[in-house]
């Protein structure tokens, strides 16, 4: 039974690993850059897309090869946020309408 995967080797130096042996020297680089924020977002998925990857590239780790998750993440992030909103406004008891 295999153990815990491998942490990318930026993960390890960012945690400030102190064992530079367990340190993968030939490690395949990751594309570098910020990736392009889908246009099907809404707009809090957008801000929260712009405030998420700022944060990735200042730690250098965005990647336009994360576009897909973070999509998703920013999606998730905005129903959260509208999900919320309501519950502050209506409360947690939802009425339904009755059925015939």
Same mark, same amino acid.
């Given at each position: 039974?295999?153990?815990?995967r491998?942490?990318?080797?930026?993960?390890? &130096?960012?945690?400030?690993?102190k064992?530079?042996?367990?340190?993968?020297?030939?490690?395949?680089? +990751?594309?570098?850059?910020?990736?392009?924020?889908?246009?099907?977002?809404? %707009?809090?998925?957008?801000?929260?897309?712009?405030?998420?990857?700022?944060? &990735?590239?200042?730690?250098?780790?965005?990647?336009? +090869?994360?576009?897909? %998750?973070? %999509?998703?993440?920013?999606?998730?992030?905005?129903?959260?946020?509208?999900?919320?909103?309501? +519950?502050?406004?209506?409360?947690? +008891?939802?009425?339904?309408?009755?059925?015939?």
């Amino acid at each position: 039974m295999p153990g815990p995967r491998p942490k990318p080797t930026k993960t390890k &130096l960012l945690h400030g690993e102190k064992n530079r042996d367990r340190i993968n020297q030939n490690e395949p680089p +990751v594309p570098e850059g910020v990736p392009d924020c889908p246009g099907h977002l809404d %707009a809090g998925a957008r801000d929260e897309w712009g405030r998420i990857c700022a944060d &990735l590239q200042a730690m250098g780790l965005s990647s336009p +090869v994360h576009r897909p %998750a973070l %999509a998703a993440y920013c999606t998730a992030y905005s129903r959260w946020i509208d999900a919320e909103q309501k +519950v502050q406004e209506d409360g947690f +008891v939802m009425l339904s309408k009755d059925k015939k």
